[in-house]
């Protein structure tokens, strides 16, 4: 794909480095038991993928859809379920895995619905988190890579569907950045 990448964030080697030793200190901290993969479309499916081949336990995948971008590239904050669960969560263990933790009002939304189901743990696997961000506390048991405060595009994360099959996280240029925002607004 040739895509207006003004800068690579992190490199497909290190990617893989990072998923494998995710993958390692999950399987260490959840040994002897079955694990719930609670994967974030669209963004986190790629990482989640990954994530799942390389842990070394018996896992099943489920999968939820929330939104609160829209075609944005900024959180409106509102967060409504665009598909839930198909799985029962009571008794069981359960790691979400996310692309990306931005504001925290999206995850800390789905925390709290989840834990009203009672699972037996539940905690969150994050490919990404931008701290700078942040508008309320996520407890994030596993964290990828910390990044600055810029909008970035890659291995799941898209601008108006683009740019999720790239095997990198990068930032786009910004010119380009606009330009699709724009186009994509106009589609709405």
Do not use: H, W
Not at 82 to 100: H, M, N, P, S
Request: charged share 25%; net charge negative.
């Amino acid at each position: 794909m040739n895509a207006p990448i003004a800068e690579v964030l992190v490199e497909r080697e290190a990617l893989v480095a990072r998923v494998d030793e995710l993958a390692a200190q999950i399987t260490a901290d959840y040994a002897g038991k079955e694990l719930l993969l609670v994967g974030v479309l669209k963004g986190a499916v790629f990482f989640m993928a990954d994530l799942a081949r390389r842990i070394d336990l018996p896992v099943a995948l489920d999968f939820m859809a929330v939104s609160s971008y829209g075609s944005s590239t900024d959180s409106s904050g509102v967060v409504r379920i665009l598909k839930d669960l198909d799985l029962e969560i009571a008794g069981r263990e359960v790691l979400i895995v996310e692309d990306i933790i931005d504001s925290g009002l999206t995850l800390s939304y789905l925390l709290k619905n989840l834990r009203n189901r009672k699972p037996a743990s539940l905690e969150v696997c994050a490919l990404l988190t931008k701290p700078s961000r942040r508008r309320t506390e996520i407890p994030c048991r596993y964290v990828g890579f910390e990044i600055p405060d810029r909008f970035v595009v890659g291995y799941g994360l898209d601008l108006a569907e683009r740019f999720r099959t790239l095997d990198f996280i990068g930032v786009l240029a910004p010119e380009a950045a606009a330009e699709i925002a724009d186009e994509a607004g106009s589609l709405l």
